[in-house]
């Protein structure tokens, strides 16, 4: 079974500093991680992905996560956090195993507030 | 080109009525799924289409939950009775099938309320 977890409910951050949105996770065969951001009354947007390669993956508006095979983690950052972050962060895990199907683990969100 | 499109946005039922959620994929997809998240919770795997066929069902969470998606096209998710715990937002999705193409792009969601 594949398990996602954010420990961080809401995360607060005041702009022009750097934002860290935690993530671990738990998958038997070689992990597939994904960060989604969802705006208020919006549907899920993705904002990147790791398959292989790299461990630091580059994304959109800035976003950078880095993946850390032995803590099992996939952390989001952002080197300057601007007001208009403000949202609900996913993190997300899928199977890479051959025939582990497609189908998204999710975490339970973090929330993302920026203050000017 | 046109992002996953899901209708109604919002549905409020009373408990035993019956709801169906409409979900458009972008064109050339022949990967759907949907999610649900409750209460704030996670979002949670429903099931996958690949085409018109179910690839994947074993989120549903019991048989009052019905998916289709005749012709490969778009795809209906009928609640039949809709109960309270039913409530939530429905998310739909859909992906590539060529290999490498990872992601899933979803729509803006169905909020679900039953009273």
């Known amino acids: 079974a594949q398990s996602v977890a954010q420990p961080e409910d809401q995360v607060n951050v005041a702009e022009g500093n750097p934002l860290t949105v935690k993530c671990t996770y738990s998958?038997?065969?070689?992990?597939?991680l994904f960060w989604y951001v969802q705006y208020p009354n919006r549907g899920l947007q993705f904002l990147l992905k790791?398959?292989?390669?790299?461990?630091l993956v580059k994304g959109s508006y800035g976003f950078e996560a880095e993946f850390n095979k032995s803590q099992t983690s996939f952390h989001l950052k952002k080197p300057s956090a601007l007001v208009s972050d403000s949202a609900l962060y996913f993190c997300?895990?899928?199977?890479?195993?051959?025939?582990?199907?497609?189908?998204?683990?999710f975490g339970t969100g973090t929330q993302l507030k920026v203050e000017l | 080109e046109a992002g996953v499109t899901q209708f109604p946005s919002h549905s409020v039922i009373e408990k035993g009525q019956t709801v169906t959620l409409r979900c458009d994929p972008i064109?050339?997809?022949?990967?759907l799924y949907w999610y649900r998240r409750v209460m704030g919770k996670e979002i949670k795997f429903l099931l996958h289409?690949?085409?018109?066929?179910?690839?994947?069902e074993s989120g549903m969470p019991n048989n009052r939950f019905l998916a289709e998606r005749t012709g490969g096209t778009y795809s209906t998710l009928k609640v039949q009775p809709a109960e309270l715990e039913d409530s939530g937002v429905y998310f739909c999705?859909?992906?590539?099938?060529?290999?490498?193409?990872?992601?899933?792009?979803f729509g803006p969601g169905t909020r679900l309320t039953v009273t």
């Open positions: 999705a859909s992906s590539y099938a060529l290999a490498g193409a990872y992601e899933q792009y």
């Open positions: 998958v038997s065969g070689n992990p597939y």
């Open positions: 790791y398959i292989t390669g790299d461990n």
């Open positions: 997300a895990v899928r199977d890479g195993v051959t025939g582990g199907g497609n189908k998204l683990t």
């Open positions: 064109s050339g997809h022949d990967n």
């Open positions: 289409f690949v085409k018109e066929s179910k690839q994947d």
